[in-house]
């Protein structure tokens, strides 16, 4: 017992010192554990298979699909609208929004779906996303404890109710307290987050070198020299390659991109495809041309091949308004700087091969401070100069790998990275609708944990990511491996009787001053221990011990397990006692002793708060 309380006081003082990564203290705490033969193998890694943790790292990959595919931008435009211009409306509005989600979800689940949303009308605000994204996890929390089902310590009281043959406590019995939880978290919460939380972390600022894509796009002028050519049914060139029709030579004209409808017409798939123009690409009726080159050409080529020339006002889609310009979804640009002793220097473009060996467009060349973007092909290619390229994401990854030639600038993977699916959102909507539904209905016979993991499994395959390694990059590893190792501590106190030991000295200790100091002894014993271990764990360990101190005094036991619950839920002052905790920890970039500064105060004031309310809603 006093091994296992020692490796858990110096894990708690090097998760406040901030000195090691939090995954690293929790790591060596279950090596100690381990060492000191406290817990077997199967039960220190037990937590690595915990349903919880498992949850965590596909609600990231769920979290990132709703990102990655603009669904979040949307939502939090709609709500941004709410909020208008005032940082208190924003705030105030999170705070509700999720308290009410999180009333009928989980609030893990909660929190992912809100989090990327949060993020987004931060950075559309300039409100700092620490100052919103602590509280929002708090609100979950506060939401859940408005209903049976927003959190498990809930349920954990009331089968230790309904076990002891007391009467089972209704849907909305939590109701009550829940509200008051909610306004005491606000007004808590809008001093502290705004003196603690308001800073920006250092590394939150971008020090990456290179341009964004719409940069390159407005420098090189590309819209101005882009049109876009409707294949009608009759056109001659219907059923040729590009390398017939040798548009650079006939006409000086590149053809860059070809997009085309598919004959899905449902609404949440991609009705349009985008395809660089390879020289065998073959050209179908209704195809979209998309050209680069001067007016005059442009006209001439589609004059002659029977061609539509489109106005901004037209587009490829039947239903929707997208202007002339690139995309990014699946064909991407990047610049190349030739370096001095390059072996193409003084080639022409077009012999270079660009498009044979990389299968790349060039599409302008910057050579000091002039931009050459007709005629490339004839160009000869000069020592200094920076090349415009465009592609595949794929093919523009590969130039990074072959740079005897030149250095590509910036990093245009990560550019790639930010360009949102947007055509894709409403696959991403159905799949969050469909995991939230499958979470709230107990008819459906489907685990939490399971509809979680669905939902993941299907962002992946409806193409919500470009890839399954960019689904990979949005679980943050150094969360779940914390959450992981430091669920077994509990398991730990558990299996030694030190949390039995505390619990039961510290609630007998207070049963003879009544019933109001017992249950305030029995909500800062469940309040101290889940700063320690997991909340659920927590109350399945105080329910019974605060059940049978209520019925030796002679007293109801409701308000001794509302205060377990309370208690288990509201624990504000370490990252890892809740999962929502956990979650926003590296979204916004948060110490342990951020926590500690806002969660802590919070988590007292809730606490004196509910020693008064609780017998006012629920009689002894």
Same mark, same amino acid.
């Given at each position: 017992?006093?091994?296992?309380?020692?490796?858990?006081?110096v894990?708690?003082?090097?998760?406040?010192?901030?000195?090691?990564?939090?995954? !690293?203290?929790? &790591?060596c705490?279950? =090596?100690?554990l381990?060492?000191?033969?406290? &817990?077997?193998?199967?039960?220190?890694?037990?937590?690595?298979?915990?349903?919880v943790?498992?949850?965590?790292?596909?609600?990231? !990959?769920?979290?990132?699909?709703?990102?990655?595919?603009?669904?979040?931008?949307?939502?939090s435009s709609?709500?941004?609208?709410?909020?208008?211009?005032?940082?208190?409306?924003?705030?105030?509005l999170?705070?509700?929004?999720?308290?009410?989600?999180?009333?009928? /979800?989980?609030?893990?689940?909660?929190?992912?779906?809100?989090?990327?949303?949060?993020?987004?009308?931060?950075?559309?605000?300039?409100?700092?996303?620490?100052?919103?994204?602590?509280?929002m996890?708090?609100?979950?929390?506060?939401?859940?404890m408005?209903?049976?089902?927003?959190?498990?310590?809930?349920?954990?009281i +009331?089968?230790?109710?309904?076990?002891?043959?007391?009467?089972?406590?209704?849907?909305?019995? $939590?109701?009550?307290?829940?509200?008051?939880?909610?306004a005491?978290?606000?007004?808590?919460?809008?001093?502290?987050?705004?003196?603690?939380?308001?800073?920006?972390?250092?590394?939150?600022?971008?020090?990456?070198? #290179?341009?964004?894509?719409?940069?390159?796009?407005?420098?090189? #002028?590309?819209?101005?020299?882009?049109?876009?050519?409707?294949?009608? %049914?009759?056109?001659?060139?219907?059923?040729?390659?590009?390398?017939?029709?040798?548009?650079?030579?006939?006409?000086?004209?590149?053809?860059?991109? &070809?997009?085309?409808?598919?004959?899905? +017409?449902?609404?949440?798939?991609?009705?349009?495809?985008?395809?660089?123009?390879?020289p065998?690409? /073959?050209?179908n009726?209704?195809?979209?041309?998309?050209?680069?080159?001067?007016?005059?050409?442009?006209?001439?080529?589609?004059?002659?091949?029977?061609?539509?020339?489109?106005?901004?006002?037209?587009?490829?889609?039947?239903?929707?308004?997208?202007?002339?310009?690139?995309?990014?979804?699946?064909?991407?640009?990047?610049?190349?700087?030739?370096?001095?002793?390059?072996?193409?220097?003084?080639?022409?473009?077009?012999?270079?091969?660009?498009?044979?060996?990389?299968?790349?467009?060039?599409?302008?060349?910057?050579?000091?401070?002039?931009?050459?973007?007709?005629?490339?092909?004839?160009?000869?290619?000069?020592?200094?100069?920076?090349?415009?390229?465009? #592609?595949?994401?794929?093919?523009?990854?590969?130039?990074?790998?072959?740079?005897?030639?030149?250095?590509?600038?910036?990093?245009?993977?990560?550019?790639a990275?930010? =360009?949102?699916?947007?055509?894709?959102?409403?696959?991403?909507?159905?799949?969050?609708?469909?995991?939230?539904?499958?979470?709230?209905?107990d008819?459906i016979?489907?685990a939490?944990?399971?509809?979680?993991?669905?939902?993941?499994?299907?962002?992946?395959?409806?193409?919500?990511f470009?890839?399954?390694?960019?689904?990979?990059?949005?679980?943050?590893?150094?969360?779940?491996?914390l959450?992981?190792?430091?669920?077994?501590?509990?398991?730990a106190?558990?299996?030694?009787?030190?949390?039995?030991?505390?619990?039961?000295?510290l609630?007998?200790?207070?049963?003879?001053?009544?019933?109001?100091?017992?249950?305030?002894?029995?909500?800062?014993?469940?309040?101290?221990?889940?700063?320690?271990?997991?909340n659920?764990v927590?109350?399945?360990?105080?329910?019974?011990?605060?059940?049978?101190?209520?019925?030796?005094?002679?007293? %109801?036991?409701?308000? $001794?397990?509302?205060? /377990?619950?309370?208690?288990?839920?509201?624990?504000?002052?370490?990252?890892? %006692?809740?999962p929502?905790n956990?979650?926003?920890?590296?979204?916004?970039?948060?110490t342990?002793?951020?926590?500690?500064?806002?969660?802590?105060?919070?988590?007292? =004031?809730?606490?004196?708060?509910?020693?008064?309310?609780?017998?006012?809603?629920?009689?002894?």
């Amino acid at each position: 017992m006093l091994t296992t309380i020692i490796i858990l006081i110096v894990a708690v003082a090097f998760f406040v010192s901030g000195k090691l990564r939090s995954d !690293v203290v929790a &790591l060596c705490a279950l =090596v100690g554990l381990l060492v000191f033969q406290i &817990l077997t193998p199967e039960e220190a890694l037990s937590g690595f298979s915990n349903s919880v943790v498992i949850m965590m790292a596909g609600l990231f !990959v769920v979290g990132g699909g709703i990102v990655q595919t603009g669904l979040a931008k949307m939502m939090s435009s709609r709500l941004l609208k709410l909020a208008g211009n005032s940082e208190l409306k924003l705030f105030l509005l999170i705070m509700f929004a999720t308290a009410g989600i999180g009333a009928f /979800v989980s609030n893990t689940g909660t929190v992912a779906l809100m989090l990327p949303i949060v993020v987004g009308m931060a950075a559309s605000t300039g409100v700092g996303a620490r100052r919103l994204l602590m509280p929002m996890a708090f609100a979950s929390s506060m939401g859940g404890m408005m209903t049976l089902i927003g959190t498990p310590p809930n349920l954990v009281i +009331q089968n230790a109710l309904t076990s002891e043959g007391f009467a089972p406590l209704s849907f909305f019995s $939590f109701l009550p307290v829940g509200i008051v939880c909610l306004a005491v978290g606000i007004v808590v919460l809008l001093p502290l987050s705004k003196f603690y939380l308001s800073g920006r972390r250092r590394h939150d600022e971008d020090s990456r070198s #290179g341009k964004s894509l719409g940069q390159l796009v407005k420098e090189y #002028g590309l819209s101005s020299n882009l049109f876009r050519l409707r294949v009608p %049914s009759g056109a001659n060139v219907v059923g040729e390659t590009i390398s017939k029709l040798d548009v650079y030579r006939r006409f000086g004209l590149n053809i860059l991109e &070809l997009r085309r409808s598919t004959s899905s +017409q449902h609404r949440f798939l991609k009705t349009v495809t985008q395809k660089l123009a390879s020289p065998d690409s /073959v050209i179908n009726s209704g195809d979209v041309l998309y050209v680069s080159g001067n007016a005059e050409d442009v006209s001439r080529f589609a004059q002659e091949c029977n061609m539509e020339l489109m106005d901004g006002h037209t587009t490829e889609e039947t239903v929707g308004k997208v202007d002339n310009k690139l995309a990014f979804y699946d064909i991407g640009i990047a610049e190349i700087l030739i370096t001095p002793n390059s072996g193409i220097i003084n080639q022409k473009v077009k012999d270079v091969g660009f498009r044979d060996k990389y299968n790349l467009n060039v599409l302008g060349v910057r050579r000091k401070k002039d931009y050459i973007l007709q005629d490339i092909g004839r160009e000869r290619i000069h020592g200094g100069d920076v090349l415009l390229v465009q #592609g595949t994401w794929h093919d523009v990854g590969r130039l990074s790998k072959e740079e005897a030639d030149w250095v590509v600038l910036g990093q245009p993977l990560d550019e790639a990275a930010k =360009v949102t699916l947007d055509y894709k959102a409403p696959v991403a909507a159905a799949i969050l609708v469909m995991m939230v539904v499958m979470m709230v209905f107990d008819f459906i016979p489907v685990a939490p944990v399971t509809a979680v993991i669905i939902a993941g499994i299907l962002m992946v395959l409806t193409g919500c990511f470009r890839n399954v390694e960019a689904a990979y990059k949005t679980i943050n590893w150094e969360t779940i491996v914390l959450f992981a190792a430091m669920l077994p501590m509990s398991l730990a106190l558990e299996k030694t009787g030190a949390s039995e030991y505390i619990s039961g000295t510290l609630v007998s200790g207070l049963g003879a001053y009544g019933p109001f100091a017992l249950m305030a002894g029995v909500y800062f014993t469940t309040s101290l221990m889940t700063m320690f271990i997991s909340n659920t764990v927590t109350a399945v360990l105080m329910a019974p011990i605060a059940l049978q101190s209520a019925v030796q005094i002679g007293v %109801s036991p409701v308000p $001794f397990l509302f205060a /377990v619950t309370v208690a288990a839920s509201m624990c504000f002052a370490s990252p890892f %006692s809740t999962p929502p905790n956990a979650l926003v920890m590296p979204a916004g970039q948060y110490t342990f002793m951020d926590y500690v500064k806002v969660g802590l105060p919070l988590q007292v =004031v809730m606490g004196g708060v509910m020693v008064f309310v609780l017998p006012l809603l629920f009689p002894f």
